[in-house]
């Protein structure tokens, strides 16, 4: 059974929709990427599934639940976290101060996931007590990541995680996450670097304003000549 | 000697004493503006109003027949924080929470503010009238008198026993908010819902607990400074008004936002006031003696008169606004 499956999903911020019928399935051990021009509907898609604008029609289950409309304070309990693009560190508190917040939901003591996440992320480690805002744009996004992690989900949403970084740091970002979906967390992430997250992606979505052009694995969708003339630059 | 007693008594113990009334009051105000994300404009009255609930509360106690060490409007001042608090989330509940719920912009929620703050004070006027009360007509106000013989002074150190419990309980209540604010769960929370609201709830964050705790917070510190600065001077339904200048230029002198700031601007402002209206001629003075001819002491040296005493906020705010908007902890600027 998928761990989230969203159909014929319409919506958007006001009157007029964004989404117009999507379809999206991914199961436990996927890392799905969603691609597509700007304007396609792509981050808008996990905004809808995150409870962050209204659905109006269509469904969204995630874990054999329907949460269509659900807010995000309900969501995380869930097992669902998201990553969004931007102002996604809390920049006035310390490193490790963001990741106690990624916690809040948690009654127990987390501090055998906070230490995973110093593991998976050494950097985050040696810079705990410094500010968010004071690192770096890679560095945030470890931060950003963390957070997320923190309250052990079962589904990661990323939106666009390697918009603005160094092509070192966006290699880097794609194999920490390739890290996380090995311990066992789905992956749905939005990507403008489409080719790069591709290669990664165990299943890929095309959108294009607000629907589905082609679904298929990473790989397939790379080797399509349409796909890769259209939206890979050839 | 017997000068720099008489600053202290006259310029440093009011100056700390008002700056407590203010760093209380700003940091409500600024805890509301970080995570409401609007200017509550009734905080003033919900000072006055918790001055109140004190004044009825050690009058029923004084009624009863009974007595303590400390002044009664100390004493029940735990049960008026409380109700101060209570009532202040009711306001919220009644008024300000449909507004959020259809997504209103700040200045209507200010707006809303203005028309809480009117109602209060009609409310507060019907009950108890426009005179002024006294919190020790049937008690004594105690002053403590420190004598400084061995420093080589003449007068003594005077404080009275409110003065001496503000400053002591403002002092424990910065200190609460520190640990509140850098240790708790809640207090962390509190935090990043002021530095990134969206976030926060994307994180998970209870942001209507937070809400709540924010009200809870504000109402309980705003009844303290009321309470002590009605237990310095007097009681009068129109308190807020002379308070609520002072509070907001403390709360952006400090950076909106900012609780520490708050504190700081309280007392920068507090201090301000205090030495603008002193009247420096005592100091000078001792050195009539040794001035030449053509120069004369005039017989009151205050930088401005004690009626005027708004100017003095009102001149620090416009000028953070124009120099440095952001304040000194550099909060939100709108």
């Not at chain 2, 609201?197 to 917070?217: D, E, F």
């Not at chain 2, 509070?247 to 936002?257: E, Q, R, S, T």
């Not at chain 2, 952001?326 to 939100?332: H, L």
Request: charged residues 15%; aromatic residues 10%.
């Amino acid at each position: 059974m998928p761990i989230i499956e969203v159909k014929d999903v319409v919506g958007g911020y006001g009157a007029v929709p964004i989404l117009n019928g999507v379809n999206i399935a991914i199961e436990q051990s996927d890392i799905g990427v969603i691609v597509g021009p700007n304007g396609a509907g792509k981050s808008t898609t996990l905004k809808a599934i995150f409870g962050l604008l209204r659905v109006t029609s269509g469904n969204i289950v995630f874990d054999g639940q329907e949460i269509a409309n659900w807010l995000p304070d309900k969501l995380v309990p869930m097992g669902l976290s998201f990553v969004p693009q931007e102002k996604n560190v809390f920049t006035s508190m310390t490193v490790e101060e963001n990741l106690e917040m990624g916690a809040f939901i948690r009654r127990d003591d987390f501090s055998d996931t906070l230490e995973e996440v110093y593991g998976m992320f050494p950097v985050l480690k040696e810079k705990r007590r410094q500010l968010a805002g004071e690192l770096s744009g890679g560095q945030r996004q470890m931060v950003a990541m963390g957070r997320a992690l923190m309250s052990k989900p079962k589904l990661l949403m990323l939106d666009e995680p390697s918009a603005g970084l160094s092509p070192r740091f966006v290699l880097e970002i794609f194999e920490k996450i390739v890290t996380v979906n090995k311990a066992g967390v789905a992956i749905l992430m939005v990507e403008q670097n489409a080719r790069q997250a591709l290669a990664f992606a165990t299943r890929g979505f095309v959108l294009t304003q607000g629907q589905n052009r082609f679904t298929g694995t990473g790989a397939e969708l790379i080797a399509d000549p349409e796909v890769a003339k259209s939206f890979l630059g050839g | 000697m017997d000068i720099i007693v008489f600053i202290i008594n006259k310029a440093v113990i009011t100056g700390l004493v008002i700056g407590s009334v203010y760093a209380l009051g700003a940091v409500g105000v600024t805890l509301i503006a970080g995570i409401l994300r609007f200017s509550h404009f009734a905080h003033g009255d919900v000072m006055t109003m918790g001055a109140f609930f004190s004044f009825v509360l050690a009058a029923f106690f004084a009624g009863l027949g009974l007595h303590w060490p400390i002044a009664s409007g100390i004493v029940v001042l735990p049960v008026s924080m409380a109700a101060t608090a209570l009532v202040l989330y009711g306001f919220d509940i009644a008024f300000y929470a449909p507004l959020r719920r259809r997504g209103a912009r700040p200045i209507t929620l200010l707006i809303a503010s203005i028309g809480v703050t009117m109602m209060l004070q009609g409310v507060l006027r019907l009950f108890a009238g426009t005179q002024s009360y006294s919190f020790f007509q049937n008690e004594p106000k105690l002053l403590y008198r420190i004598d400084l013989g061995w420093l080589g002074a003449t007068r003594p150190l005077t404080l009275t026993q409110p003065q001496a419990f503000m400053i002591g309980l403002t002092l424990v209540c910065c200190i609460a908010l520190a640990l509140f604010l850098t240790r708790s769960r809640l207090g962390k929370a509190m935090r990043a819902m002021s530095d990134n609201p969206s976030l926060a709830q994307v994180s998970g964050i209870n942001t209507q607990l937070v809400v709540r705790m924010t009200w809870l917070i504000s109402g309980a510190l705003a009844c303290l400074a009321g309470t002590m600065l009605a237990l310095d001077v007097q009681l009068k339904p129109d308190l807020a008004f002379n308070i609520i200048l002072p509070i907001f230029a403390a709360a952006v002198v400090g950076g909106l936002g900012q609780p520490y700031g708050a504190i700081a601007g309280g007392f920068l402002v507090g201090f301000a006031e205090t030495l603008s209206v002193f009247d420096w001629s005592v100091v000078t003075k001792p050195f009539n003696a040794y001035l030449p001819d053509f120069i004369v002491n005039a017989p009151n040296l205050a930088l401005v008169p004690t009626e005027y005493k708004l100017v003095v906020s009102f001149v620090i705010l416009v000028a953070v606004l124009l120099s440095r908007p952001t304040g000194i902890f550099k909060g939100v600027s709108t």
